[in-house]
Every structure is written in C-alpha cells, then in structure tokens.
C-alpha cells in the first residue's frame, strides 16, 4: 500500500522567501546560461543539486556537500520541529509556445496545481502499485544515486499521478487550506508557509501537522495507485539504493492524473547535421516508412502544433520530419495503444540509425523545434503528436511497457530547494 508519511523538511526560511533567491528550476532542466544566473547567489539550491556541465562526479560531490551545509548554517533553510505532510501549489501561466501547442479547450491564462507531498515508504509498496513510463540514463541514475549517498538527501519532490474516484483527495486538500480552483478561486484562505516566485511562476507551500488531517489524508493515499510522471531518474535512484539495503523513503508529490492544471506535452528531439544530413534522415525516412508525404499546411509553428493535434486526434502513428527541405508526415503502422507510443521513431533513430540519444537535443514545443532547424544551425527536427495521459498509464500498468527517454513533459516542474528531506525519511 501507499504509505505517504509526515517528514521534518526542509524549505527556505519563511523570513527571507521570497526576497531572497533560493530556488532554481528542476536540476535537468537548467541551461548553462540559467545555472550561471541561480548560482550566482551563495545559497540557491543551484549550489548543490544540479551537475554543473563539465564538472567531474566527484568535484560536484564536494561542491554539493559543502554549500549545502553552508546554506544550513547560515539558516538560509530551515527545518520544521515536527513531521508534517506539505500541500505543493504551483500557479502558473503557460509560456507562450507551450499554450501554442496546446488543443485550444485546454487553454486557460492562469494554472494552480495542488499536490500533496510527503515520503514515499518503498519498502511498503505492493507489487504493481507505482509504475515508471520512461526509460532511464544509467549515468544520470547513479549521478542522483551518488548525490544522495553524499548528502543525505531527497531533494525535490517526485511528481506521480493517481486517478481516485470523485478526486476525494483534492477536495479536501482544497479544505483544509480554504480555496475552491472550481470557481477558479485561487488564493486560500490558509496563508502559505513558503512562497517564491521562478521565472513568472508562484511556487507556495503550505505544512499540515494537525493529527486527524495526517490520519485523514493517510487513508485517503494508501489504495492509490501511482504512476510516476516527473523524476524517474530520481525514483529509480531511490529504488536502487532500496535494493541496495539502505531504507529508502523519496519525497513524493501526489497529483490528480486528471486534474486540469496538470499539462502533458511531448518531447520533440532535434539532431544536428554534424549527426545526419537532413537529406539523408529523409531518405532513409522513405525507406523504412509506409508513408512519407509533404505536411504542405505546415508553414510555421502554429501550424505545425494544430497539424500534430489533427494526427493525435486521428490516432494517426507517427511524427513531423522537420529541416531546410521542408516538413513531412511521417506514418508507420497503426496503433493500438491510444496515443503514447513513441516506439517507431525510437526505432528509427535509435535500431535503423544507431544514434546516441545523447546527440539528439530534447526541446518542449514545435515552435522550439523549428527554430532550432533554421537556418543558419540547420539539422532536422522530430515533432511528436499529442499523447493521452490514458493511454500512457494503460502501457506503463497493463502492459508494463515504457517508452523512450524523455518521451513525455508533464507541466508545470517543481523547484529545486522549495522543499528537500532525508533521504530515509526520517530525520
């Protein structure tokens, strides 16, 4: 069963949030300019969770281990005197080419996610009950591994979404802090213990240590069954350490799979022409595909994104192959799984090509895709239809099937430093 226990976190002293700098975007998603800005300031969790670019394991060990502790001392974090579980808010408005890509009924100016954190007792899951869709990086798992052995901590929480019936669990999340996101109220009557601002999106935190909520809330998780949608580099980190003999209790953010404000987006992948030559993808693209055509309505990234919708809708299997020469449909067999199957162009990239995932460059939307490609950097571009979140958890559970690396982008991210704990769940 879902043992989601009370933990005495750690989260930005209250005092200084959010004046104070002290969170930066998810570790995997920083760009060296984004690193060099968050890490310019002696205490943001930049200091010591991500893997700056270029740096040896064990010089970011070092790294890590030490700011952490000076950011502890100079009480920058703090942590709670009893164990609680956490309410995790995120308010958000879409970038623009992520609501570009979105089917048009789901475009709303204003987001808030509501998930409920706490530590996830591995040990006490039964078989079947969390389930991964992603492949992993063996050595971005032994990265975390390695990071948490030396630190001692889960930092941030790992995001996995449930279906409950009648969303029993957020309705009463949405009590105890006095907000009703139906009516679009979104400011609780409850004042968050933490609040910080990151690249125009509101992250706020609220701790609830009162006995009858923490048993009420236990009940409500413990039949749940996760699937993991956010961190599977970290979970499986968790796991192998379990394995491994040293009790393992991760930080784990619980969201309604259905909830409105949760975003599932495809991860489109570029590859440059110093790889393959577009004429070449292309080429081979008509050897190997039943159906290679000119996607001639596909003139710039609104387009594109709407044509992807169309072969979603569609139950179209494929992808948009992108480049200076053009934009094509590309069409393999029919699918059954209902829109979460990548596994024809992983083939095609990966078996047919033998191309290093690592050469490929992951990018969240078409526009982002298509910009990439044009001149003068050139390259071709793999644009993915829309996927349902059904289906992706249908494969990950009934099949036991996972797709590609970084094949799924669920939205919004946390943050790295709004919340971190002992790794074993206890402190």
């Not at 409920?116 to 798992?141: C, I, K, S």
């Not at 961190?231 to 784990?252: D, E, M």
């Not at 078996?351 to 995932?357: A, F, H, Q, S």
Request: net charge negative; charged share 20%.
């Amino acid at each position: 069963m879902v043992e989601l226990s009370p933990v005495r976190a750690w989260h930005p002293d209250p005092a200084r949030a959010p004046a104070d700098p002290l969170v930066c975007p998810v570790y995997d998603t920083l760009s060296v300019d984004e690193f060099a800005r968050y890490a310019s300031h002696p205490h943001n969790a930049a200091q010591f969770v991500p893997r700056p670019a270029g740096r040896s394991l064990a010089e970011f060990l070092g790294q890590a281990t030490s700011a952490l502790r000076s950011a502890r001392d100079a009480k920058a974090f703090v942590q709670d005197d009893r164990p609680s579980l956490y309410v995790y808010g995120i308010r958000y408005v879409p970038p623009a080419d992520i609501l570009e890509a979105l089917a048009p009924e789901s475009r709303r100016a204003d987001y808030l996610l509501l998930g409920l954190v706490g530590a996830l007792d591995l040990a006490g899951l039964a078989h079947g009950q969390v389930a991964l869709h992603e492949r992993t990086f063996p050595d971005r798992v032994e990265e975390r591994v390695a990071l948490t052995e030396a630190t001692g901590m889960s930092f941030a929480p790992i995001v996995a979404g449930y279906h409950g019936a009648g969303h029993a669990l957020n309705d009463r999340i949405e009590g105890i802090l006095g907000l009703r996101r139906s009516a679009l109220e979104f400011r609780a009557t409850v004042p968050p213990l933490v609040e910080a601002s990151l690249a125009g999106t509101r992250h706020l935190l609220w701790r609830i240590d009162e006995p009858d909520s923490l048993e009420a809330l236990a009940n409500e998780v413990r039949s749940l069954r996760l699937l993991i949608l956010d961190g599977h580099h970290r979970f499986t980190a968790a796991a192998h350490r379990q394995h491994a003999g040293h009790p393992s209790a991760p930080l784990v953010m619980l969201v309604d799979g259905s909830d409105r404000a949760l975003q599932l987006l495809p991860w489109h992948r570029v590859l440059p022409p110093s790889v393959a030559l577009p004429a070449q993808l292309l080429d081979r693209a008509r050897q190997e595909f039943a159906s290679v055509v000119p996607a001639t309505d596909v003139v710039d990234p609104a387009t594109a994104a709407e044509h992807l919708r169309r072969m979603h809708r569609s139950g179209v299997r494929g992808f948009l192959l992108a480049s200076t020469l053009g934009t094509y449909e590309v069409r393999g067999a029919p699918s059954s799984d209902g829109g979460a199957d990548f596994d024809q162009l992983h083939a095609f990239l990966d078996d047919t090509l033998g191309i290093d995932p690592e050469s490929l460059t992951f990018v969240r939307s078409p526009r982002a895709a298509l910009e990439a490609v044009a001149p003068p950097g050139g390259g071709t571009a793999f644009l993915l239809p829309a996927l349902s979140a059904r289906a992706v958890e249908a494969r990950a559970f009934d099949r036991g099937e996972v797709m590609a690396q970084k094949s799924t982008m669920f939205l919004p991210k946390v943050a790295e430093g709004m919340l971190f704990a002992p790794a074993g769940g206890t402190a």
